[in-house]
Every structure is written in C-alpha cells, then in structure tokens.
C-alpha cells in the first residue's frame, strides 16, 4: 500500500513561512489529497484539500488567504504553503489520500491513507 511522508516542520516565529511536503512512497490513483491538523486536546480539523484534477481547492476559513496547497506530480508530492502563521496554527500536520469522491473532502472519513504527520509549533 502506498504511503505517506510528510516533512517540513519546524519552529517558526508569528508572521513567518513554513512549507510542509508530503510524498508518496509509489504512483497510485487518488481522487485527492487533503492536509489536516491536530493541536493537543484538540479533535484533528481539516485545513486544505486538492482534487487530482485541480478542478476543486479547498480551504478552511481559518487558513484560507494564508495557506496554499499545491502538487507537483513529476515528484508525487503534495505541498502545504503556510504563510503569515499564527499561534494558533500550532499543531501536528498530517496529510491524507482519498481514494474515492466523497461528498465532502472536509471530514477525516473521506481519507484512506494517512501520513504520520509533522509538528508546527509557532512562538509568539
């Protein structure tokens, strides 16, 4: 089964850029590919979502103007632009294949595959 790796976490400082990579371990076919976050205590929320075919990006309100989500497929990689980050972003980035269309790519049930996620921390 095809797995995945995210990377690019780090300590940043409020207002700074982190951009989190997630790879896949081999080619496969995927209806999208999702980044969702988990802070401690907290339930994991979505962040970002991109279709294989571009046709649909879509973002959290609390992420969207700041983060952007990419792919670039000749290195089967998926890619999280976090821009103007925030306290509050601080958490563990995780990122997620659906196999399937799903009414909504918002929710964890949608996701087949999960990576095993990288922290973000943001000091103020």
């Known amino acids: 089964q095809v797995q995945l790796v995210e990377s690019g976490g780090g300590l940043v400082q409020a207002g700074g850029s982190l951009r989190l990579a997630c790879a896949a371990s081999g080619t496969f076919t995927y209806h999208a590919m999702g980044w969702f976050r988990q802070a401690p205590g907290k339930r994991r929320e979505f962040v970002a979502a991109?279709?294989?075919?571009?046709?649909?990006?879509v973002y959290a309100d609390s992420v969207e103007d700041r983060f952007t989500i990419s792919r670039d497929n000749a290195k089967n990689t998926w890619y999280l632009e976090m821009n103007a980050l925030k306290p509050a972003d601080t958490a563990t980035y995780y990122c997620a294949a659906a196999l399937t269309p799903a009414p909504t790519l918002k929710i964890l049930a949608a996701y087949d595959i999960w990576g095993r996620g990288t922290q973000v921390t943001v000091s103020s």
């Open positions: 991109i279709t294989w075919n571009l046709d649909n990006l």
